[in-house]
């Protein structure tokens, strides 16, 4: 017999799936129920997990703040809607709330160099093996993300130009930075890292992206590409 709480989302009809709707057009194109939906998860027999959104949203007036204002025991009293699901949809309303309270921190300013080590110095310069990081930055040279594009051994890891050009138009970048550390200690860059840096900056330069820098992060300091001119 299959089980009441798990039925499978690809048994769901195409109206019931909103996992698959946010993936396409984002957050904002779903309805409060169907946002509901995605945290309650899955159905049971009888009701699909966008039903119980509606049964407990219908519960709270259609009304958001309301709902935050109803205890977790009286959710539970849909048929569907147990402890668990009652504490995830009370967890999910409360971090809304503490989100609309909270101070937005300023984006970093990259005015050097020693802005940019600052900004990744802490993730990578203690590891013992090498990885590759790209930051975006828009026109303010305010960074706006940072992605790991590869992880490798001790002495080297292989960067994929596409997956950092991808990323840069992803988050909509004017410029972009690259940053590796060396486990070394050695900050000299070597003759895999000139290329690799001449490769994405001549790529970068047909999408109209600029290459602000190339970081090489040791425990002891950094260098600085373009401080040396080699950008």
Known sequence: ME???FRP?????EDDRPREKL???GASALSDAELLAILIGSGTRQNSALDLARMVLHRAGNNLIELSKIPGYQLREIRGIGEARSIIITAALELGRRRQGADVEPRPLVKCSTDLYRHMDFR??????????VASLNQSNRITGCRRISSGGITSTVADVRIMLRFALEMNATSIALFHNHPSGNLKPS???IRLTKNVVQASTWMDIRVLDHIIIGESGYFSFSDEQLI
């Open 9 to 13: 989302i690809r048994n769901w009809n």
């Open 191 to 193: 003759d895999a890292d």
């Open 124 to 133: 990578i310069a203690h590891l013992g093996h090498e990885e590759f990081w």
């Open 3 to 5: 089980n009441d709480e």
């Open 23 to 25: 993936n396409q057009k």
